[in-house]
């Protein structure tokens, strides 16, 4: 959520700088902001009044004079000042909505763009491999390898859905496995989050009110299930006073995701690439806002690594801010070769949030000098797991069908060096 003082410091900045994303007025909230002002203004200068004649009205009595003029005054006042109260209370809760819809400023030197399309390539590490022979898909291996039962799948719950199956579990396992073993040596402590959580946790990160019919809701007691575990890891600290000396909180988190993602039919629906339920492992930072865009950097370069040590060729992207999501000053993208797109495909998404999401979850950090500030929140994908499985087996497939597997997993396979048709 945006500052609502600094927006009344510089409206027209603020506005310019909203805009980059797209087509995005102030214009209501500075409307209702100035009405809630003038409404609060009203308010006190009655309270005074009301406060200066009562004063009157020991002395009349002492002086045995008639009050009953006073007195209807003071009542007429009264209700005045609880009417606008009410209004301005009303008003403050109608600004809060405006506010909880209005996505983050975007950083001042991020890209201007309108989509994807205007992404700026940050690097690129590896060359995609040419294939001697006709490569499959993932969901052709997977399924010739019996490792993967999409039919199955779509028979106990619905389509896209998927389920793992034998080595098919192994690998995705081992995976998750290794991914929190390298983030935990990397400095991140490990939390194992629920996987439902609460109306004001989904608000606190962004994902409500503007994204809840991706969301799925469990309308029964209004739990939602977890689209990333940025939700409910960044929801430890709502309401909460960090202490300066714990920043900064760096945390990873393999959990399943849940995503309705409505409107997305006919995108990427074939294979692993986009489930309604899909596992991966997070990182969630909250750090001083001095350092957050450090922090950034150091994160991506830790999503990374899992990419390097299983030697899939990928590219980082700095989203443009048409492209930004709602809750992001600054994002990268990383981006993992997949042969059967004959692209590039996000696998990993590292944003800094500065003190968007902080604001709405009031998370909070007592600085050196005691005075109480908003932390910056940053989290990425290290890394989706289905996405790198699919990566995996389209980036390491062999001609008879099989498929190897990324000597750095090798260990957590139980030392199986390889996948192959039965």
């Keep these: 959520m945006l500052d609502i003082k600094r927006i009344r410091k510089e409206p027209e900045k603020i506005e310019a700088m909203l805009k980059k994303r797209g087509d995005i007025s102030l214009s209501e909230l500075i409307e209702k902001d100035n009405e809630w002002r003038r409404t609060v203004a009203e308010a006190e200068n009655k309270k005074a009044i009301q406060n200066r004649d009562s004063k009157?009205?020991?002395?009349?009595?002492?002086?045995?004079?008639?009050?009953?003029?006073?007195?209807?005054?003071?009542?007429?006042?009264?209700?005045?000042?609880?009417?606008?109260?009410?209004?301005?209370?009303?008003?403050?809760?109608?600004?809060?909505?405006?506010?909880?819809?209005?996505?983050?400023?975007?950083?001042?030197?991020?890209?201007v763009g309108k989509s994807d399309e205007d992404n700026l390539q940050v690097k690129k590490i590896g060359e995609p491999r040419k294939f001697s022979?006709?490569?499959?898909?993932?969901?052709?291996?997977?399924?010739?390898?019996?490792?993967?039962?999409?039919?199955?799948?779509?028979?106990?719950?619905?389509?896209?859905?998927?389920?793992?199956?034998?080595?098919?579990?192994?690998?995705?396992?081992?995976?998750?496995?290794?991914?929190?073993?390298?983030?935990?040596?990397?400095?991140?402590?490990?939390?194992?989050?629920?996987?439902?959580?609460?109306?004001?946790?989904?608000?606190?990160?962004?994902?409500?009110?503007?994204?809840?019919?991706?969301?799925?809701?469990?309308?029964?007691?209004?739990?939602?299930?977890?689209?990333?575990?940025?939700?409910?890891?960044?929801?430890m600290f709502r309401d909460e006073i960090i202490s300066v000396d714990e920043m900064p909180c760096r945390y990873t988190a393999y959990t399943p995701c849940f995503r309705a993602e409505a409107g997305s039919a006919g995108r990427d629906t074939r294979g692993l690439i986009r489930n309604h339920q899909f596992d991966k492992v997070e990182l969630v930072k909250f750090v001083r806002p001095e350092t957050s865009y450090e922090e950034l950097e150091s994160l991506t370069l830790d999503a990374e690594e899992v990419l390097k040590q299983i030697k899939i060729p990928y590219r980082v992207v700095e989203l443009c801010t048409g492209d930004l999501g709602f809750s992001s000053a600054k994002t990268y993208d990383i981006e993992v070769w997949m042969p059967s797109y004959n692209?590039?495909?996000?696998?990993?998404?590292?944003?800094?949030?500065?003190?968007?999401?902080?604001?709405?979850?009031?998370?909070?950090?007592?600085?050196?000098?005691?005075?109480?500030?908003?932390?910056?929140?940053?989290?990425?994908?290290?890394?989706?797991?289905?996405?790198?499985?699919?990566?995996?087996?389209?980036?390491?497939?062999?001609?008879?069908?099989?498929?190897?597997?990324?000597?750095?997993l090798v260990p957590y396979m139980n030392g199986k060096e390889k996948i192959c048709v039965k």
């Design 56 to 111: 009157q009205i020991p002395i009349l009595k002492k002086n045995g004079e008639d009050i009953s003029a006073l007195a209807a005054e003071m009542k007429k006042l009264s209700d005045e000042i609880s009417s606008l109260n009410t209004k301005a209370s009303a008003l403050e809760e109608q600004i809060r909505d405006i506010l909880m819809g209005i996505p983050n400023i975007p950083e001042a030197n991020i890209p």
């Design 133 to 235: 022979f006709e490569s499959k898909p993932h969901w052709d291996l997977g399924v010739n390898l019996k490792i993967l039962d999409f039919e199955r799948a779509a028979k106990i719950a619905g389509a896209r859905f998927a389920m793992f199956v034998g080595e098919g579990a192994m690998l995705e396992r081992a995976i998750t496995r290794f991914m929190l073993e390298l983030h935990i040596d990397q400095g991140y402590t490990e939390v194992l989050p629920p996987l439902m959580v609460n109306r004001n946790s989904m608000r606190g990160t962004g994902q409500l009110p503007k994204f809840e019919e991706d969301a799925f809701n469990l309308k029964n007691n209004d739990y939602f299930m977890i689209p990333t575990a940025e939700v409910p890891v960044t929801n």
């Design 343 to 408: 692209r590039y495909v996000e696998i990993s998404s590292c944003s800094n949030f500065e003190d968007f999401q902080a604001r709405r979850a009031n998370i909070r950090f007592r600085d050196t000098d005691g005075k109480v500030k908003f932390v910056h929140t940053l989290n990425g994908s290290g890394l989706a797991v289905g996405r790198t499985f699919a990566a995996i087996l389209e980036n390491y497939q062999n001609e008879d069908g099989s498929v190897n597997i990324p000597e750095v």
